[in-house]
């Protein structure tokens, strides 16, 4: 792990991940892997537009069971299990942060995916698999923690089948005004590496591979936040919240990812790139 990733790690580590989900869900006897998967949605999906905006890159991907699937950057696993239950892949996933990655392997054992789902630390700039191993790849809001896009790219058509699809779901930039911090994904500019939609597609096409789908967010992302900010106003934030994940600045760190996308200056994008042959 580099020293980038390491303050990355540290950014997003909380101490006590699994304990005070557990502690959440409480007694789970007799509910069915879709009744939990649902109870986890809210904190399961560290991206904006949360589970729908999982569903939505889901459906582009053209999956059916069997398939197998590596998420980048898989946090708790989230988009991991969903891919799972909703349409069952065979899933892996690597993420930096150990924390998340060992309190994602326990909610899968108690949803009964450990056979269908495998999480292990690792960088995806060092990506622990042999060539030709992936059918499909998911990346939800990591880039931006990820200065190098030619490797990270490089990397990930590497472990690709031939023509095989990469679904990128990233915070972009898009225009040239200030980005205020903390945000979700850092606590300052040191580890926040915004690109350019342009910028992604180079990256992807100088490690062949070729964007297909190119779908700019920012009006979904403009109706969750006010949708979030509404929830926020009327009700206590829920015990399996992205809050919990964020931490004491959780409303900050919201309020300035809100405010870029508002400005025009930042906006989520989603990407579907195939591995040229």
Partial sequence: MNKIEEIVSQHYAHGSLGATIL??????????????????????????????????????????????VLDIGCGLGGTARFLAVAHGCDVTGIDITAEYVETGNILNAKLGLQERISLRCASALELPFPPARFDRATMLHVGMNIPDKAALFTQIARVLKPVGVLAVYDVMRLGDGPLAYPVPWAADEATSFLDTPAGYRGALAAAGMEVVVESNQREMALDFFAKVRERMAQAAPPPLGLHVLMGAEARQKLANLAAGVEAGVIAPVRMLARRNM
Avoid: C, Y
């Fill in 23 to 68: 502690a959440a869900l409480g007694d789970t006897t007799g509910q069915t892997p879709q009744a939990l998967l649902e109870r986890l949605a809210g904190i399961d999906e560290f991206h904006v537009g949360g589970r729908a905006a999982t569903a939505e890159l889901a459906a582009q991907l053209q999956l059916s069971p069997g398939l197998s």
